[in-house]
Each structure stands twice: as C-alpha cells, then as structure tokens.
C-alpha cells in the first residue's frame, strides 16, 4: 500500500535563507511523486512532479526537489525562500495504473521576515 | 486558464441535516477525486471516479454520504445526516486521464457542523 510521512509538521525559516522539506514515500514499484502547496482556505497548486528519467526534479516559484530511490525520500528545496513561500505543503505519492493519489499530512512553513 | 469549480465555498449546518457539494472539472478530464481535509491534515481520499464510474470509494462512509457523476461530467457529493466530526474542506480535483499525474484541485468546500 501506498504511504507517505512528512516529519516536519512546522518549519521556520527566515526570508532569504535555504529550505528543505522532507518526504517519505512507501510504495512497491516505482512512483509518481509529487508537491503541491496550499495557501489558507484554497485548494492545492502543484509545484513539481517526478514521473521517471532525472531525478532532480524544477518546479515553479523556484522549487525544485530531488528523487532518492535508496532513501525512498523525494525532498522539496529552494535556495532562498520569499516571504510569500509562507503555505502548507504536502508531498503525495500516485500508484501508476489505479491512479489513486496519498498525501502526506503536510508541512506549514512560516518565513520570517 | 480552465479551473475546477466548486459550490459551496463555505457551508454551515447543523447536525442531522443533510448538505451538497458540487463540483465541475475542467473541461475533458475524466477523472474526478472528492478529497476531504480535517484542519491541520492532508487532503484524505473518499471518492474516484473515471468518467461516470465509481473507481474507488473504499474510504466513503457510506451510511451518510454519497456521490455521484451521472454523467461523466460534473459531480456531487452528498452528507446526509451531517455529524459534527464532518465539518473539513471538501475538495474536488480532476486529472485528464490520470496517466499524467497532476492534479487540478478546487478552492474546496469549507464545511462546518454545528
């Protein structure tokens, strides 16, 4: 069965600074990987995804995030973080064929100005 | 740029009363997700549908809820009768043919039973 862990609920970053988010994912066969954010009271964007091929994954707003098939982990980074990066963010894992996506419980990120 | 819709954005109830949420996919996507969201969590799975058919519903609590998408287009989900631990962003989402992987989600639903 699927599976995904965020283990930060909360990360405070200052504005300017360098973030990484963190992603575990469980899955048998190879999966579809994903980010998406979520400002209040809206529904999700997608920043990036990771089918197959490279495992450096560009996103928008600058994200990019990285695929580790020996750590199962498929972790969210920018190299200087905006004020208006503050959002939740949840990593989600897609079974190829069923098309059936988990989502992890999310991160909120709060940028200090 | 074509967006999923959702109606209500907000919604309050009381308990034992029945409630609706529609949603429209944008235009061609056959897949269609209902996705429910308790404050401070991630979006959970209730419901997939491909064109009109159910996919999976295994996470639906079926003894109060329903949902449907008669005609393979827009879809409604359905609480009848609502209980307090319903109140979370009901969120739509449709994807072309699920084979591309992303996506497209709805403001959300926001429910609250009183």
Same mark, same amino acid.
């Given at each position: 069965a699927q599976s995904v862990t965020q283990p930060d609920i909360h990360i405070t970053v200052s504005e300017g600074a360098s973030l990484e988010l963190r992603c575990n994912y469980s899955y048998g066969a190879t999966p579809y990987l994903f980010w998406y954010v979520q400002s209040p009271g809206q529904g999700l964007q997608l920043l990036l995804k990771y089918?197959?091929?490279?495992?450096l994954v560009q996103g928008i707003k600058g994200f990019e995030a990285e695929f580790k098939r020996s750590q199962s982990s498929f972790n969210l980074r920018k190299p200087s973080v905006h004020w208006s990066d503050a959002a939740e963010y949840f990593c989600a894992v897609g079974a190829s064929g069923t098309y059936k996506y988990i989502f992890g419980t999310g991160t909120r990120l709060k940028v200090l100005a | 740029e074509a967006e999923v819709a959702q109606s209500p954005r907000y919604k309050i109830t009381e308990k034992s009363q029945a409630v609706a949420f529609w949603c429209d996919p944008i235009s061609g996507h056959a897949t269609l997700y209902w996705y429910r969201q308790i404050l401070g969590q991630g979006p959970e799975l209730l419901v997939q549908f491909q064109d009109e058919s159910v996919?999976?519903?295994? +996470? %639906?609590?079926k003894d109060r809820f329903s949902a449907e998408r008669l005609k393979g287009v827009d879809s409604t989900l359905k609480i +009848?009768?609502?209980? %307090?631990?319903?109140?979370a962003m009901y969120l739509c989402a449709s994807s072309l043919?699920?084979?591309?992987?992303e996506l497209f989600f709805g403001e959300g639903s926001r429910l609250t039973v009183l």
């Open positions: 089918f197959s091929g490279d495992t | 996919v999976d519903d295994s +996470q %639906l609590p +009848q009768p609502a209980e %307090l631990g319903d109140s043919d699920g084979h591309t992987g």
